[in-house]
T-cell receptor, first 111, second 115 residues
Framework: ETGVTQSPTHLIKTRGQQVTLRCSSQ?????VSWYQQALGQGPQFIFQ???????GRGNFPPRFSGLQFPNYSSELNVNALELDDSALYLC??????????FGPGTRLLVL | AQSVTQPDIHITVSEGASLELRCNYS??????LFWYVQSPGQGLQLLLK??????LVQGIKGFEAEFKRSQSSFNLRKPSVHWSDAAEYFC?????????????FGTGTRLKVLA
């Protein structure tokens, strides 16, 4: 059984650009949640996808968007990048809404 | 409002000493509570969780936590710390709102272990 995987591991972008981060959920999991972890902070909930539909959103602007695919993998898209978007982005998968298992994260640096 | 507080930003202990990391939560209903550990540059690894039942829960790596409803606390303990336990520890509450189940995390406690 493979765990949650994320790609890429690191990414450098400039302000105004767009970025797509990818997440493969753990086998058998149908729910994916995305979190943003700024330096020195705890993770903050961005949004959740359940069976390909957005199932709740945290306090993030619409330029943060996502997708979930039929195999339950997911993408996080961020448009018009800002310096404050620099963070570790964590994906977590779960079966329905039980315990969430996290991937290693993608570290995004916006210059 | 739902929140998690970890009062200690940094804790330093000697190897072999006991450890207690504090976590207080604010949540209107019966909480689901979690402790995760994060090593530098890594994602979050689940140490243990509390959903219901016995208020003392055992986790991996020799950790345990005790849920105290009267104190709104879920403190993490380990009787004897190993150098490999040096990492950042996050407490989280699982919050369900309008069909969405998300985690609310504390700001973390960074543990340093002295040889």
């Amino acid at each position: 059984e493979t765990g949650v995987t994320q790609s890429p591991t690191h990414l450098i972008k400039t302000r105004g650009q767009q970025v797509t981060l990818r997440c493969s959920s753990q086998s058998g999991h149908n729910t994916v949640s995305w979190y943003q972890q700024a330096l020195g902070q705890g993770p903050q909930f961005i949004f959740q996808y359940y069976r390909e539909e957005e199932n709740g959103r945290g306090n993030f602007p619409p330029r943060f968007s996502g997708l979930q695919f039929p195999n339950y993998s997911s993408e996080l898209n961020v448009n018009a990048l800002e310096l404050d978007d620099s963070a570790l982005y964590l994906c977590a998968s779960s079966w329905d809404q039980e315990t969430q298992y996290f991937g290693p994260g993608t570290r995004l640096l916006v210059l | 409002a739902q929140s998690v507080t970890q009062p200690d930003i940094h804790i330093t202990v000697s190897e072999g000493a006991s450890l207690e990391l504090r976590c207080n939560y604010s949540y209107g209903a019966t909480p689901y509570l979690f402790w995760y550990v994060q090593s530098p540059g890594q994602g979050l690894q689940l140490l243990l969780k509390y959903f219901s039942g016995d208020t003392l829960v055992q986790g991996i790596k020799g950790f345990e936590a005790e849920f105290k409803r009267s104190q709104s606390s879920f403190n993490l303990r380990k009787p004897s710390v190993h150098w490999s336990d040096a990492a950042e520890y996050f407490c989280a509450v699982g919050a369900g709102t309008s069909g969405t189940y998300k985690y609310i995390f504390g700001t973390g406690t960074r543990l340093k272990v002295l040889a």
